[in-house]
């Protein structure tokens, strides 16, 4: 894994994926993923927050190419490098897909249960995922996915435990087990610690990013929790209503937001031992099947002027690695 | 001296282990608390899943009865009420609000049906112009009308709107107490301090006392008066909320606390995640 080509591990440009329905002579377009550009480094956790309906989800199904209608991609590209072989996910044929998943694109899903076969022991869900990836004789794959479990703390009994004998935290573990287990360069992982509880919630991350740092593996870390991205993104993109209005290094965004929705989010974020009262945002999250003109966001926005109306804001540099779409972007003064 | 609004004393509840066991669960094992009349409060619940407090708050609500215990409302004990008039006359004072208003409405009826139906029922209205004044009234304290959701399905209305409209259905029989279970978790991050801001309104203006049951200490440090905190069944630190969270002495509490992530940006991403790990691992019920 070490001397790796520096370059984006994954490159999405320009990506849009809409949700087109015909029915009853009703056409029907939901711009889940509208024009969305970023690019993740390698040994690098990016995370992706957004409220429902902001086309997170959407987002992740193109990248792994589970495309299914009606959801159709528009327009860009998803362009993975695997060390060092670039492709478009796109653009491989079913074969090809099927050997890259897992084995080097793998995921972390939100519901362990359905992720681990309810009636076989976990041993059979290790086989049934990664057995064909590592390619070798059953013995040394069993000894080699104790082993990894070992490396996680976990213990290798749990091979021969049934999804429902183990708690929710526990399965939640075996699943990012399962997902490293073939030391993939990506891992999409969306929503992983959502349905645990907080004291789970804490150790459960806390594994994602030492195995994370282990394995320099890059992770697309989606959740709309930003106090989990506050402690374990490297950088973080936001979305709103299927643009990607803001992305930086995490501290920046967090101490200096430049999107006025970024900003609003972690002002209103409930902290430990502040009881000052929190402001909410007016209005709703729009339709995308009818989004408003202009910047998606300025129906809510305090700082909205003529031009956020009609004209959709492209991403502006503000630092060398920090960017935001909004022409007037918190920090500087408001029309 | 007038009767407590609302007295837990010392409630069990155990449900029966799996088919064939003969282990019984105590889900709540003798935990007691009690409301002021006249001193609207909101009063929070935490734990842990598995800790019980949904439990309680099921059976405050009067749909599980406890094993051993009791629970009165404005002195009279709640599995007393044998009458259906009796029954009627303690819903219309205690409401609930669920966790999902997603799953609280059916998809396929107007949330307007459920405002009227209240109204029709627990208010004992009879004219389709004062159900429709009731209706309008209960949204407005939730800052929306009637014009606003009239004849819209669930899904034409964001989370945070549906739960506006929970919380309005459950006060149109102008109640003394809500019980929410969980209100803000399933409600997008931009929405939720409106909704917590909304509770405290409430309180506040309505003198409704709130038992807010959750998992997020944060919020519970934002908006509570009293705090519960529960571990498997038990109850463990109890208190002003503001002083058992600023220091907390139970292990359990401190666990909790500890497992609360602060949105602020540690210096080296990852750090704070590593610390404390090892003491959580000896303390985990079953982790």
């Not at chain 2, 066991?21 to 094992?29: E, K, M, P």
């Not at chain 2, 978790?185 to 409430?202: C, G, H, P, T, Y």
Request: hydrophobic share 40%; net charge positive.
């Amino acid at each position: 894994m070490s001397g790796q080509l520096p370059g984006p591990v994954l490159a999405v440009s320009g990506l849009q994926a809409y949700y087109r329905t015909a029915a009853f002579g009703v056409k029907r377009e939901v711009r889940a993923v509208d024009n969305v550009s970023f690019a993740i480094e390698a040994n690098e956790i990016y995370g992706l927050a957004g409220e429902s309906s902001s086309g997170k989800t959407t987002l992740i199904k193109t990248i792994a190419n589970a495309i299914q209608p009606p959801l159709q991609v528009l327009g860009g590209s998803v362009m993975l490098d695997l060390s060092g072989r670039r492709l478009d996910i796109h653009a491989i044929d079913a074969r090809e897909l099927a050997a890259i998943r897992w084995k080097h694109l793998s995921y972390i899903m939100q519901g362990s249960m359905n992720v681990l076969n309810p009636v076989r022991r976990v041993r059979h869900s290790f086989v049934d995922f990664a057995f064909r990836h590592i390619g070798t004789p059953m013995p040394q794959f069993l000894q080699l996915v104790r082993d990894h479990l070992q490396r996680l703390h976990l213990t290798p009994d749990v091979l021969e435990a049934y999804p429902h004998q183990l708690s929710g935290g526990m399965r939640q573990r075996v699943t990012i087990a399962l997902a490293t287990v073939c030391r993939p360069e990506l891992i999409i992982a969306d929503e992983p610690t959502t349905a645990l509880d907080v004291v789970v919630q804490k150790s459960v991350l806390a594994m994602i990013h030492e195995i994370q740092r282990e394995l320099r593996s890059s992770i697309l870390f989606v959740t709309h929790d930003m106090s989990v991205h506050a402690n374990l993104s490297d950088r973080l993109g936001i979305m709103y209503a299927g643009r990607l209005v803001e992305e930086g290094r995490t501290a920046d965004v967090f101490r200096q937001p430049r999107h006025p929705y970024t900003a609003h989010l972690i002002a209103s974020l409930p902290r430990m031992g502040d009881a000052a009262a929190k402001q909410g945002l007016a209005g709703a999250p729009p339709n995308l099947a009818d989004p408003p003109p202009g910047c998606r966001f300025h129906p809510r926005c305090p700082r909205a002027s003529d031009i956020c109306r009609q004209q959709t804001p492209i991403m502006q540099w503000h630092t060398p690695s920090h960017r935001a779409a909004c022409f007037h972007p918190v920090g500087e003064p408001a029309a | 001296m007038k009767a407590p609004l609302l007295e837990v004393d010392d409630v069990v509840r155990t449900y029966k282990g799996s088919f064939l066991s003969r282990r019984r669960v105590a889900a709540v094992d003798g935990v007691s608390l009690s409301l002021e009349t006249g001193q609207p409060e909101i009063f929070t619940i935490v734990g842990e899943s598995g800790s019980g407090k949904t439990t309680l708050a099921r059976m405050i609500l009067g749909m599980v009865s406890p094993s051993a215990g009791a629970i009165r409302f404005q002195g009279v004990d709640l599995f007393a009420l044998r009458s259906r008039r009796a029954r009627l006359r303690f819903m219309k004072q205690v409401q609930p609000v669920f966790q999902n208003p997603f799953e609280a409405f059916n998809p396929m009826k107007r949330v307007d049906r459920y405002l009227f139906a209240t109204a029709r029922r627990m208010a004992g209205l009879r004219h389709a112009a004062t159900i429709a004044d009731a209706a309008d009234d209960a949204l407005k304290s939730v800052g929306l009308s009637l014009a606003e959701v009239r004849g819209r399905f669930p899904h034409e209305l964001s989370g945070g709107q549906l739960q506006r409209v929970a919380i309005a259905r459950a006060l149109i029989s102008k109640p003394a107490l809500l019980v929410a279970d969980e209100p803000v978790s399933m409600i997008d991050a931009s929405l939720r301090a409106s909704i917590v801001n909304l509770l405290r309104d409430l309180r506040d203006r309505m003198g409704v006392s709130i038992i807010y049951i959750t998992h997020d200490l944060a919020t519970a440090y934002y908006i509570s008066d009293r705090i519960l905190i529960m571990q498997r069944g038990r109850a463990v630190e109890t208190g002003d909320a503001r002083a058992v969270l600023d220091n907390p002495q139970h292990p359990y509490s401190r666990l909790l606390k500890a497992s609360v992530l602060s949105p602020d940006v540690p210096s080296t991403p990852g750090a704070r995640l590593r610390t404390g790990q090892q003491t959580q691992q000896g303390v985990l019920p079953h982790a």
